[in-house]
């Protein structure tokens, strides 16, 4: 599983030329789900993402969670995070999981990542082609594989 996290004043999702959803100051998650994702790699992320100090403190140090400025978040799937570039110039995406399989863990995530916070999570349409804006703050941009753990 890997997500793409970016700290924002604000993100939005559109689908067919209309809000779909949108958040404040918060976190916009990329989430890509790969056929070797299990509910342990949902686990640890969310943990993870929840506790990150990614927000500064009022001395100008990244020492706050989400949860600690009382932050939103919005989770977009986003398979071509596992796109392979390793032959030719047409990514692949074979190792990006099929819909019956990502789909549940995709909403597992946002579920247990809705827990871990205590408040409502917004997302886009899984599957659907979306428009994504956002106003990166910092820019801080944080890219997470539940395999690699680093």
Do not use: C
């Not at 100008?60 to 995070?81: A, K, P, R, W, Y």
């Not at 956002?134 to 801080?140: A, F, K, R, S």
């Amino acid at each position: 599983m890997r997500v793409l996290i970016q700290r924002v004043s604000s993100a939005s999702v559109q689908i067919a030329d209309k809000e779909y959803s949108n958040i404040g100051r918060g976190l916009l998650i990329l989430l890509g789900i790969e056929n070797e994702d299990l509910e342990e790699d949902v686990d640890w992320l969310t943990s993870k993402i929840s506790k990150m100090r990614i927000f500064e403190d009022d001395a100008g140090h990244m020492n706050l969670s989400v949860n600690d400025v009382g932050g939103e978040i919005l989770v977009v799937s986003q398979f071509t995070l596992h796109a392979s570039t390793k032959r030719g110039n047409r990514p692949s995406f074979i190792k990006a999981s099929k819909p019956d399989y990502a789909i549940p863990l995709y909403e597992m995530f946002i579920s247990k990542m809705k827990s871990k916070i205590q408040r409502n999570i917004s997302s886009g349409k899984f599957g659907a082609s979306m428009q994504v804006k956002l106003t990166n703050d910092g820019p801080v941009t944080i890219w997470i594989d539940s395999k690699n753990r680093e």
